[in-house]
């Protein structure tokens, strides 16, 4: 009786071929004293009630960081000196970005879908307006991604999603010490043939605890207090050194 | 070991900041300078953002200060009378050369006109402390007698104030205008100024190098404490975790560079600042002029300075 409910009640769904199902190895990343980094694993399956199509799936993750504006100057020898010339703000740029997938990211997502759902790591950033602040504003964008992939915060990874059967996949996304605090959306999509077929977003949540989260809220909220603090810290610091030494001296 | 800075939210290793901490505390306990100069610059290096570095490295400043000048006070060469006329004129200047700043700021390419200032500064004072102190040692080593102190037309000035540290009968008014012109330039260069300081100490009001350094970094308590409440209260860029690892190895380094610095000859300590000096110059000169090898440096927020 309870599976013929649960059947009809599948018929009843309007009918979508794929569907991801997922899971997450953590949700909340806690940023203490010691951190590290974090590696997140992202596992899921593809739900469908047709048999397995010709045609291969593929999956793309993507994690992203808090969007922040970014500021990319460039130098320029004038008079003989190297000074910075020209600006370009851009509007909005994760401070991490992660996108992994089954195959070469070209051949497993279309142009189109790439603009539409904002995928690669260039279409990931804003930059709304940039062509007006130089002539050729895409040389900032392209430098703001070269240093911060150099830095690990934005990482290409293809081919690091394992694709079982067409049906389970997994990844690991390394998260680095550097991490900013915010709500990190995590992004799922299956795709065939370059098309985007079924997506997912869930977040995960990354957070300072403990003394961090104490320092950081007594410093935006009361930074008089917070001022004060740090100088009676130094002055202490600064007599005890003096006062231990002069103990030394002596001994 | 890395810890992770809560405003900075970057992660670091702790002995690295110890290590660095120590030796720049120790020049700052040698010299009588704050040392900022030389620690921006590495902490920039290490991946600190430039706002934090700047905002708690002046916290890390008034810890080794003030390890130094208990220190020095121990061994009566701090002249506390001529640091407070410096500092007064230092507060003074200060507030001028804030001004100066904002309006050039509004100019543009104020960084520029700050790099600039410090090669042709640290350039002059280093270059001529140098060739002082050279000839100095020169001197003592031939066993002549050190040249008398001139009575020029700074001894004809009113409002003549005894100094006894130093051993000074001088008005005060050259003393404060040294103190204005080293805090505008502190301001606009956005250091403490002790580098400045302490040759303008030496070389324009007479003062013995011995006494020299502690004054100095008296005065640089005052400045870089005031600068850290600045920085606190108005950008939120002091990280005190990341000041506190650095002072660790501040006081104790101040405590071993004023140990070195009495077992020293003046004109030695001077040739060995006017190195120090010529050295920060000269890398930033190359800054400037040597093709780097990244042309775009990326900064946070929209407007950064």
Redesign the interface.
Same mark, same amino acid.
């Given at each position: 009786m309870l599976r013929l409910a649960i059947l009809l009640s599948l018929l009843a769904l309007p009918l979508k071929a794929e569907e991801v199902v997922l899971g997450l190895s953590r949700d909340k990343v806690a940023i203490t004293a010691t951190f590290e980094g974090s590696e997140i694993l992202i596992f899921g399956a593809v739900k469908r009630e047709a048999p397995i199509p010709d045609i291969p799936l593929d999956v793309v993750i993507t994690v992203a960081g808090p969007s922040l504006p970014v500021t990319v100057r460039r130098k320029d020898r004038r008079f003989g000196i190297w000074v910075n010339t020209d600006t370009v703000r851009l509007d909005a740029a994760p401070t991490f970005y992660a996108v992994a997938t089954t195959g070469p990211l070209d051949m497993v997502l279309s142009a189109t879908e790439d603009l539409r759902h904002r995928v690669s790591i260039p279409r990931a950033i804003r930059s709304v307006g940039a062509a007006s602040m130089a002539e050729d504003a895409e040389r900032f964008t392209e430098a703001l991604i070269r240093i911060r992939r150099e830095q690990d915060a934005y990482q290409l990874r293809e081919n690091t999603v394992s694709f079982d059967e067409q049906t389970l996949f997994r990844t690991a996304i390394s998260l680095p010490a550097n991490l900013t605090e915010g709500t990190y959306p995590a992004r799922i999509f299956l795709t065939r043939e370059g098309r985007v077929v079924s997506r997912l977003e869930t977040v995960i949540d990354v957070h300072k605890v403990g003394l961090e989260r104490w320092l950081f809220t007594l410093s935006r909220e009361k930074p008089l207090l917070y001022g004060l603090m740090s100088l009676a810290i130094a002055i202490a610091a600064g007599w005890g050194a003096s006062a231990a030494f002069q103990v030394l001296r002596r001994g | 070991?890395?810890?992770?800075l809560?405003?900075a #939210?970057?992660?670091v290793n702790a002995f690295l900041l110890l290590g660095l901490g120590g030796i720049v505390g120790i020049l700052s306990g040698m010299f009588g300078v704050g040392g900022g100069f030389l620690m921006t610059p590495l902490l920039f290096f290490i &991946?600190i953002p430039p706002a934090v570095a700047v905002a708690t490295e002046a916290?890390?400043i008034?810890?080794?200060?003030?390890? &130094?000048?208990?220190?020095h006070l121990?061994r009566k060469t701090v002249d506390l009378r001529m640091g407070t006329v410096l500092l007064v004129g230092g507060l003074i200047g200060a507030a001028i050369g804030v001004v100066i700043f904002n309006y050039l700021k509004s100019l543009g390419?104020v =960084?520029?006109l700050v790099k600039l200032c410090y090669v042709v500064f640290l350039g002059v004072i280093g270059g001529m402390m140098f060739v002082e102190s050279l000839r100095a040692i020169r001197r003592t080593r031939r066993g002549a007698p050190p040249a008398r102190k001139k009575h020029g037309w700074v001894h004809g000035l009113p409002f003549k104030m005894r100094f006894r540290t130093s051993g000074l009968y001088i008005s005060v008014i050259p003393p404060v205008l040294v103190g204005v012109s080293v805090g505008i330039l502190a301001a606009i260069m956005g250091v403490g100024g002790g580098f400045i300081m302490v040759p303008a100490m030496i070389y324009l009001l007479g003062m013995p190098t011995k006494v020299v350094v502690g004054t100095s970094l008296f005065q640089i308590i005052f400045v870089t %404490?005031f600068t @850290?409440?600045l920085?606190? @209260?108005t950008n939120?860029t002091?990280d005190?975790?990341l000041?506190?690892l650095l002072?660790?190895g501040g006081? +104790?380094g101040?405590?071993i560079g004023a140990m070195i610095g009495t077992r020293m000859k003046a004109e030695q300590l001077r040739i060995l600042l006017a190195i120090m000096v010529l050295a920060v110059c000269s890398k930033l000169a190359l =800054?400037?002029?040597? @093709?780097?090898s #990244?042309?775009?440096? +990326? %900064?946070?927020?929209? &407007? &950064?300075h």
């Amino acid at each position: 009786m309870l599976r013929l409910a649960i059947l009809l009640s599948l018929l009843a769904l309007p009918l979508k071929a794929e569907e991801v199902v997922l899971g997450l190895s953590r949700d909340k990343v806690a940023i203490t004293a010691t951190f590290e980094g974090s590696e997140i694993l992202i596992f899921g399956a593809v739900k469908r009630e047709a048999p397995i199509p010709d045609i291969p799936l593929d999956v793309v993750i993507t994690v992203a960081g808090p969007s922040l504006p970014v500021t990319v100057r460039r130098k320029d020898r004038r008079f003989g000196i190297w000074v910075n010339t020209d600006t370009v703000r851009l509007d909005a740029a994760p401070t991490f970005y992660a996108v992994a997938t089954t195959g070469p990211l070209d051949m497993v997502l279309s142009a189109t879908e790439d603009l539409r759902h904002r995928v690669s790591i260039p279409r990931a950033i804003r930059s709304v307006g940039a062509a007006s602040m130089a002539e050729d504003a895409e040389r900032f964008t392209e430098a703001l991604i070269r240093i911060r992939r150099e830095q690990d915060a934005y990482q290409l990874r293809e081919n690091t999603v394992s694709f079982d059967e067409q049906t389970l996949f997994r990844t690991a996304i390394s998260l680095p010490a550097n991490l900013t605090e915010g709500t990190y959306p995590a992004r799922i999509f299956l795709t065939r043939e370059g098309r985007v077929v079924s997506r997912l977003e869930t977040v995960i949540d990354v957070h300072k605890v403990g003394l961090e989260r104490w320092l950081f809220t007594l410093s935006r909220e009361k930074p008089l207090l917070y001022g004060l603090m740090s100088l009676a810290i130094a002055i202490a610091a600064g007599w005890g050194a003096s006062a231990a030494f002069q103990v030394l001296r002596r001994g | 070991m890395q810890i992770y800075l809560p405003i900075a #939210e970057v992660s670091v290793n702790a002995f690295l900041l110890l290590g660095l901490g120590g030796i720049v505390g120790i020049l700052s306990g040698m010299f009588g300078v704050g040392g900022g100069f030389l620690m921006t610059p590495l902490l920039f290096f290490i &991946g600190i953002p430039p706002a934090v570095a700047v905002a708690t490295e002046a916290n890390q400043i008034v810890a080794s200060s003030f390890s &130094g000048v208990l220190a020095h006070l121990r061994r009566k060469t701090v002249d506390l009378r001529m640091g407070t006329v410096l500092l007064v004129g230092g507060l003074i200047g200060a507030a001028i050369g804030v001004v100066i700043f904002n309006y050039l700021k509004s100019l543009g390419q104020v =960084d520029l006109l700050v790099k600039l200032c410090y090669v042709v500064f640290l350039g002059v004072i280093g270059g001529m402390m140098f060739v002082e102190s050279l000839r100095a040692i020169r001197r003592t080593r031939r066993g002549a007698p050190p040249a008398r102190k001139k009575h020029g037309w700074v001894h004809g000035l009113p409002f003549k104030m005894r100094f006894r540290t130093s051993g000074l009968y001088i008005s005060v008014i050259p003393p404060v205008l040294v103190g204005v012109s080293v805090g505008i330039l502190a301001a606009i260069m956005g250091v403490g100024g002790g580098f400045i300081m302490v040759p303008a100490m030496i070389y324009l009001l007479g003062m013995p190098t011995k006494v020299v350094v502690g004054t100095s970094l008296f005065q640089i308590i005052f400045v870089t %404490a005031f600068t @850290t409440l600045l920085h606190a @209260t108005t950008n939120y860029t002091v990280d005190v975790a990341l000041a506190v690892l650095l002072l660790v190895g501040g006081v +104790i380094g101040a405590q071993i560079g004023a140990m070195i610095g009495t077992r020293m000859k003046a004109e030695q300590l001077r040739i060995l600042l006017a190195i120090m000096v010529l050295a920060v110059c000269s890398k930033l000169a190359l =800054d400037l002029l040597l @093709t780097p090898s #990244e042309l775009y440096s +990326i %900064a946070s927020g929209a &407007g &950064g300075h």
